[in-house]
């Protein structure tokens, strides 16, 4: 879950020099701070998912899920705010990117969950694999976001 802070300015004049910028810095200093955010949030659970020795199977493959979820849930985030800013060329290209990348995803992450035989540790494999990949796309996203 995240929160929006809002600060207000001391005086009108920090709020006119506040709102000042390109809309594109602001947008980088907005996916700055989307990447940090998800990144605390995911430290938490990696930290409690490998400091808990008092865990079970079950509880572990729910942490591993919600680490997944973090990237995951800004994935989607920056790919609407990319939908908003490319034209469409480079969308359709970006697409197509995209498919190739979710399949490659799928298939390394079933290879992950293959490696337990489909035990309970298979989940939190998967899980964590599907993390890893996802939080790579991330970036790659986050840099396309970055260069417009």
């Known amino acids: ?64 899920y919600e680490i997944y979820m973090v990237w995951d849930d800004l994935l989607n985030e920056l790919w609407g705010i990319l939908k908003e800013c490319l034209g469409s060329e480079d969308m359709d290209k970006l697409l197509q990117e995209q498919r190739a990348w979710i399949t490659e995803k799928e298939a390394e992450v079933k290879a ?19 993390a890893e990949l996802t939080q790579a796309r991330v970036a790659v996203l986050a840099e396309y976001l970055q260069e417009k």
Do not use: C, H, W
Request: aromatic share 2%.
């Open 1 to 64: 879950a995240s929160s929006v802070v809002v600060q207000e300015p001391a005086t009108a004049e920090a709020s006119a020099e506040k709102s000042e910028g390109t809309a594109e810095e602001k947008g980088d200093l907005d996916i700055a701070r989307m990447l940090t955010d998800a990144e605390q949030e995911a430290t938490i659970l990696e930290n409690k998912l490998a400091g808990d020795a008092s865990l079970t199977q079950a509880a572990m493959n729910d942490l591993s």
């Open 112 to 130: 992950a969950g293959k490696e337990y035989g489909g035990g309970s540790m298979a989940a939190l494999a998967s899980n964590l694999k599907a």
